[in-house]
């Protein structure tokens, strides 16, 4: 089928529109793009990730956990000791991912660029994590491997700053870019988008895309010739991320789990996070969205909350945990976002609220293919200081207080 048809067969008026008074340059550049469009792929998870999330209340129960600072010397020190065995024989790496649009933030620039006045001195997001790696390569004697998830969208403008930079003397070797993939931007009348250049508008797909994206880019042949067993996967933007915890590592590998994932206590029902629990037997996270109600306020006989343990994107898996994600088809979520683009006649249109759906997948929905995960709760002042959005809770403001009292106390 060729575009025209697969834009008549998908419906697509306002491109076909748009193709008619467009001049041949610009059409040329558009039909080039939708060309490269896998239209049936497209809408086949466009419509999927339409449908709702059925949450069966009867199937959610509890995971067990370990709390950091409740484990008793003897433990704390046989998880510490393991895990300090595979950090000193370089068989761990990390990954960072760094290919969302930091939409909430407003900087302009990769959201690793963005920079804050921390401990006395401005520090590049992409910096904090850096220094907190290099700790650790310190005690250690080696460097970790650090492999960076950028997106089309940012991969130049990523790999530039931290060439700019001087890859913050990080050894220019043990730091790889891998880009995720994108996926047209559709509007509610299931329109695709189209960018004032003419090209098809397009926006990261998500966390999850990190699994096949290391596979595909290289990066998991590469880490199977460095040696490597155990990979961390965090965000870009928590300047408190414990990307090197032996103790979680060390926990993973005495439960001999696959998975493994640092906690933090959610501090109130409604809190905006994604939650741990046991799903008809896996391992899974739900978002606060998707939560009923009855169970984000369920209490336990000691009146505590019975679903408390939150996700903060800090995970560890083994190399063939990933090997194995990495050949799966996650789920994808649909993100009702603002996104400017050009009306039939060629107009730019900046719209004031949210007008289109952005398709995502998410890191956490791996863990389902798992029998079990290790969760290790450790403590919100030490482990969580997220910049998310511009001003108010979760910003630069309030991490920075985060980041200064955590440094103070150490
Ligand atoms: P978030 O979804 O919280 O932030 O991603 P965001 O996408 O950067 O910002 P908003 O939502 O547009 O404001 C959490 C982590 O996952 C990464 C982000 O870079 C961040 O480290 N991420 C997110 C990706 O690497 N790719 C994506 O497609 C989405």
Redesign the pocket.
């Known amino acids: 089928m060729n575009t025209i048809e697969n834009l008549k067969k998908y419906n697509q008026t306002r491109i076909l529109k748009l193709l008619e008074n467009a001049s041949a340059q610009n059409t040329k550049t558009l039909l080039t793009d939708l060309k490269k469009l896998n239209f049936d792929e497209f809408f086949e998870t466009y419509n999927e990730s339409q449908k709702e999330i059925k949450i069966d209340e009867s199937k959610i129960k509890e995971l067990p956990y370990l709390v950091k600072k409740e484990l008793n010397p003897q433990m704390n020190k046989l998880f510490f000791d393991l895990g300090m065995e595979v950090l000193s024989s370089g068989e761990y790496a990390v990954v960072?991912?760094?290919?969302?649009?930091?939409?909430?933030?407003g900087h302009s620039g990769p959201?690793?660029t963005y920079s804050l006045d921390i401990g006395g001195s401005q520090k590049f997001l992409f910096e904090v994590l850096k220094e907190n790696l290099e700790e650790t390569n310190k005690k250690v004697g080696k460097t970790i491997p650090w492999y960076i998830?950028?997106?089309p969208e940012n991969n130049e403008l990523t790999q530039i700053f931290f060439e700019n930079h001087n890859y913050f003397n990080y050894p220019k070797e043990d730091i790889i870019f891998f880009k995720?993939n994108?996926l047209p931007l559709i509007d509610t009348e299931g329109q695709i988008l189209i960018d004032k250049d003419y090209h098809v508008k397009k926006?990261?797909?998500?966390?999850g895309?990190?699994y096949n994206s290391l596979k595909n880019d290289g990066c998991l042949e590469d880490m199977e010739k460095r040696g490597i067993k155990w990979i961390f996967i965090?965000?870009?933007?928590?300047i408190l991320l414990k990307q090197t915890d032996p103790v979680l590592l060390g926990m993973a590998i005495y439960k001999n789990s696959q998975i493994a994932s640092k906690t933090i206590l959610k501090s109130y029902p409604d809190e905006k996070v994604g939650l741990f629990c046991s799903y008809d037997k896996h391992p899974r996270v739900i978002e606060y969205s998707e939560m009923p109600r009855e169970i984000a306020y369920e209490l336990t006989s000691d009146n505590e909350l019975k679903y408390k343990e939150a996700h903060i994107?800090c995970n560890l898996y083994t190399l063939d945990a990933l090997k194995f994600l990495s050949e799966q088809k996650l789920p994808y979520h649909i993100?009702f976002?603002k996104n400017s683009y050009l009306d039939e006649s060629g107009k730019e249109i900046i719209p004031f609220k949210p007008n289109s759906y952005k398709l995502?997948s998410f890191?956490f929905d791996g863990f389902p293919y798992f029998d079990d995960i290790a969760l290790l709760r450790g403590d919100r002042e030490e482990n969580f200081a997220?910049i998310?959005?511009k001003e108010g809770k979760d910003s630069p403001a309030t991490a920075k207080v985060l980041y200064k009292n955590y440094h103070t106390k150490r």
Do not use: Y
Request: proline content about 3%.
């Open positions: 960072t991912m760094a290919g969302g649009q930091g939409t909430r933030l959201k690793g998830m950028t997106s995720q994108h926006a990261s797909d998500g966390s895309s990190a965090g965000g870009v933007d928590n994107m993100a976002k995502e890191i997220p998310k959005n």
